[in-house]
């Protein structure tokens, strides 16, 4: 409560907010300039970036490019913040005690942990695997996993 107090917090949202919404603006002007085939059938479940890209007739190397470096940003610099995170928790786990006090603590790590670990995964899978060729299916099932079953399994 030091630490995180409702201004920080409120902050934290905002630019979290803020991040995504000019992400998606870049991304939406970057598609704009695309030409696209006479073939406009996206064979997904929802309009996914990288299936976007896979119709198009022009160059997407800046795309790709664009793709990977806002995954860097909005991706990966969370990710290791979540695992230093979680280093600082498993250090003063240790200082626990008890065994059934390290037991519970880790039992609520782990879930949260493997819901974060699951998300990353399926999400970057999909969007790092834009420019390389995979099946739809499994395309498919990676992005259910990260848009409907991460939600789900989040306490």
């Not at 059934?100 to 039992?107: D, E, I, R, T, V």
Request: glycine share 4%; net charge neutral.
């Amino acid at each position: 409560t030091v630490i995180m107090n409702p201004r920080l917090c409120g902050l934290l949202l905002l630019v979290s907010w803020i991040m995504s919404a000019l992400d998606s603006l870049l991304q939406s002007l970057m598609v704009l300039h695309l030409s696209f085939c006479t073939v406009l059938k996206i064979p997904h479940f929802f309009c996914e970036l990288s299936q976007i890209l896979q119709l198009a007739c022009s160059d997407i190397f800046l795309n790709n490019l664009v793709i990977y470096l806002s995954t860097v940003l909005l991706a990966c610099v969370p990710f290791a913040g979540i695992l230093y995170s979680y280093s600082k928790i498993v250090s003063c786990i240790h200082g626990i005690p008890s065994a059934q006090g390290k037991l519970k603590a880790f039992s609520t790590c782990v879930s949260h942990l493997s819901d974060v670990f699951l998300f990353y995964c399926t999400s970057l899978g999909v969007y790092l695997s834009s420019a390389a060729v995979h099946s739809l299916h499994s395309g498919a099932v990676a992005s259910v996993m990260y848009t409907v079953v991460t939600p789900m399994l989040n306490p």
